[in-house]
Nanobody, 121 residues
């Protein structure tokens, strides 16, 4: 079983920056894709950014040029640097990791508990 622990959220003013971290631990043979989703009140959860184990990234159009996803494979940790924050970035952010517990096991997706990001003056 893989456990994901997020940190770094909070309240920030428009135009400010926050950095989210998500560390994976537990039964990990290999981690493939990692990423972040967000869910605003009354809306569906949507992909913010994802990164492969080789470092290839994808971003939602709404965050391109403002957010940067990165990862440290040695630490099984993914980061989301959020710059030029806007009020519409306000949401609960969830990290995920697609991993295999052992060499012949299937790839499973694990989720963090979610962390609140609020952008407001």
């Amino acid at each position: 079983q893989v456990r994901l622990v997020e940190s770094g959220g909070g309240l920030e003013q428009p135009g400010g920056s926050l950095r989210l971290s998500c560390a994976a631990s537990g039964s990990i043979f290999n981690i493939y894709d990692m990423g972040w989703y967000c869910q605003a009140p009354g809306k569906q959860r949507e992909l913010v950014a994802k990164i492969t184990s080789g470092g290839r990234t994808n971003y939602a159009d709404s965050v391109k040029g403002r957010f940067t996803i990165s990862r440290d494979n040695a630490k099984n940790t993914v980061y989301l640097q959020m710059n030029s924050l806007k009020p519409e970035d306000t949401a609960v952010y969830y990290c995920y990791a697609d991993s295999r517990e052992r060499v012949l096991a299937g790839i499973l997706r694990s989720w963090g508990q979610g962390i609140q990001v609020t952008v407001s003056s």
